[in-house]
């Protein structure tokens, strides 16, 4: 078997709001699956080579479980425009030239590079509608180190026309096809993802539902995110009631179902989610951004939800999951200045639960550092700025997130693999 | 006289919302007085040195209206705790250690650094109770090439017995003492700054009053930060109907007064703002993170005040304004939503302009580049990122605010001088 030991000062988030902290301690590994972290190195690694990481934190790496893979080259521009020009002056001209695999290629290494880089180890990532793009897509993440699910986009109406669209047809033997071709993968797998109602045919969705039944396929989409939307589906789906109905009477409503954003999503909504067991991805940057305003967290975590982040880039500005937190953070703070200081803000310790231990749930693992989880782990080296008094280790992973120091990851694990060192 | 020419793309902020683009174009000063933007460069300008800028951005640089110089060593901590916990536990045991002169050189220098690689050429800034660091601050400033005001901190009531305090007569002799050594700074000057009303006496403020009027030195402070501050003062100055009116009613409440915050200021402080002269300085970051609430920036606007903007480190989190741009947007757009999408959030040119031009006006300089003002400038060069299409210097620009591009600073000049570059 082979072993992996980093030495460091572990911080890891075993429940929501608490940190587990082991000064100067081990973190095992075997086979790149965590046999435990010890104050002391256990007789049985005796010999075992130890990578000391000195007075570093080492840390759960991210999970981004919402973002959009070709908007990548157009983050933070457009910020100005309301949700209807933004998509039709950025988001689909900047999709659209993922038709071409070679700019593809150029910029999904980039992203995948960046990914890593930053910390982010698991991913659940819409890619465009372009099945080779995507097929790139998923080399790239998966080349760099990158885990977890992509999918290509479906969206075989209300799209941009001679710009990006695909008929109901395309759609579904894309789909095939793309599926085919994922088998080459051992740790990016594919995701369905019927971009949102308004984007897809019922007959689009009852075929995207049939499939994930027969094959066993997760699925992504977005719900609730903005007032307009929620109105449009209501039109669209004059015999739902509600919007992830849309969803649920196709087939698409499962505990593996992803739904970004669930910003106006009520306690109806919200019994739905549980009951099903779907998980809530947390977009707080892009809610912002946006302007379609800020997710009931805190309601949604006291009911039992399941709730992970997303970076939502392009709607979100920044790939950085320590800008991640830190903005579900600061929108929590809003929502309870909003309510008269009476919801309870997202403390650090949850914030960082929801960036980590949270968003791992999705991909079969326990909270924090836990025997049996593979080993996905970061380096933190945050020695930067002046200290006015020895910080503990719990200060200094606050600090790592309010500064939102991506430039302390020192080194990345992912799945038991070293990914990255930033030497 | 000595000529500067700096060749690039010259985007500057004009009027609020409006950005003056010029590519490729010639910003010219002499003696360190801008001369004008051209297109093409006057033939009178012939011969003279061209700092060749490339397809860089050439941008104004920010003014930082409000920040705590002593509370840099705890950026990004205690951001968990009520204000009170976080004076108490982090805030004032920090700005304790600034007794120690040493220890406050090894800072300031940082702080002073920081600032100028981020482009911060103007601030007017908090120091905290202690003379001999006050200067030490104002000295490292200076040499650093920032510009603008400095205050040592009087609070002779509700301080942090045995850890943080003054008597009245210390107070007041200290800051004569002071201001008696300010004499040697030419860049950085004196800025009388009661902390805010809870800290002071009525005999204190009545003396720094006096010494305003008598010495003619602009006054800082903080007002309306939050409701709890707001009802304490009310029981403090029980003859006084608002907050503004403790700093009125002993002559600190003129044309060159700035406070900070004004989170809470209803119409009739506000037009007691507006009549004065009063400049509003917003601190979005640090109204977040503390929890105090959503200045009313838009209306603030609209009513004519002069509104500037602060990172007010260290209940902001960061020095960078690129950061604090965006904060005053994000914040704007949080508003936004509130307000049933009605009140208009800050677009880039506007909160652009507030971290700019607005700040400079209070150093008596006209918008943007503007023939006349000393030369304050960045150079910008933004090529980390794909670009979806040939993007605009606008929308660099924006692209740089929104992802807080600090690491794009390549040059900054203050005052007239280079006193940075990033090779």
């Known amino acids: 078997m082979a072993i992996t030991i980093l030495k460091g000062n572990i911080v890891s988030a075993p429940e929501l709001g608490k940190l587990d902290v082991t000064e100067h301690g081990y973190l095992v590994a075997g086979d790149g699956i965590i046999c435990g972290v010890f104050a002391q190195l256990p007789e049985q690694y005796a010999g075992a080579p130890v990578e000391d990481c000195g007075d570093a934190l080492i840390v759960q790496s991210f999970a ?3 973002l959009h893979a070709p908007q990548y080259p157009m983050l933070g521009t457009g910020m100005d425009l309301q949700l ?20 593809a290629r150029t910029i999904y290494r980039q992203l995948a590079a960046e990914l890593i880089s930053g910390g982010t180890t698991r991913v659940c990532m819409f890619s465009s509608l372009h099945t080779d793009a995507t097929l790139v897509l998923m080399e790239e993440l998966e080349k760099a180190g990158v885990t977890g699910y992509v999918g290509k986009v479906n969206m075989d109406r209300n799209a941009a026309p001679g710009v990006l669209e695909e008929t109901t047809e395309e759609s579904k033997a894309e789909t095939l096809r793309w599926l085919e071709a994922c088998g080459q993968f051992k740790y990016i797998k594919p995701m369905l993802t019927p971009r949102f109602t308004p984007s897809c045919t019922d ?26 939307e929620i109105a449009w589906v209501r039109e669209l789906h004059p015999d739902c009631t509600q919007y992830w109905e849309t969803y649920a009477k196709f087939g698409l409503w ?8 669930c910003v106006w999503s009520d306690a109806r909504e919200r019994k739905a989610m549980k009951d099903a067991g779907v998980t809530v991805v947390h977009c707080a940057d892009s809610n ?19 709730v992970a982040l997303g970076s939502d880039i392009a709607g979100g500005d920044h790939l950085n999951m320590f800008d991640v937190v830190t903005s579900a953070i600061r929108t929590s703070k809003t929502v309870h200045v909003r309510d008269n200081w009476e919801t309870p803000f997202l403390t650090v310790p949850e914030g960082w639960y929801l960036g980590t231990s949270a968003g791992a749930a999705y991909f079969g693992e326990k909270p924090g550092f836990a025997v049996g989880n593979p080993l996905h782990a970061i380096v933190l080296a945050d020695d930067a700025l002046p200290q ?24 990345v694990w992912s799945a038991g693999r070293k990914v990255y060192s930033a030497e």
């Open 254 to 261: 499962d505990d593996r179902t992803l739904m970004a954003h």
């Open 388 to 411: 006015p008094h020895p910080l503990t280790p719990a200060e200094r992973l606050e600090r790592c997130v309010y500064r939102r120091q991506k430039d302390a990851v020192r080194a």
């Open 288 to 306: 912002v951004n946006v302007c379609s305003g800020a997710a009931p967290v805190r309601v949604m975590l006291d009911e039992g939800l399941k």
């Open 64 to 66: 981004d479980l919402h």
């Open 203 to 228: 007959e689009l969705m009852a075929f995207l539902g049939k499939l994930s039944a027969e094959k066993k396929l997760p699925v992504q989409s977005h719900l609730s995110e903005n007032q307009k």
């Open 84 to 103: 209807l020009d933004w998509l039709n002056t950025y988001t689909f001209p900047t999709e659209a030239r993922f038709a071409d695999v070679d700019y």
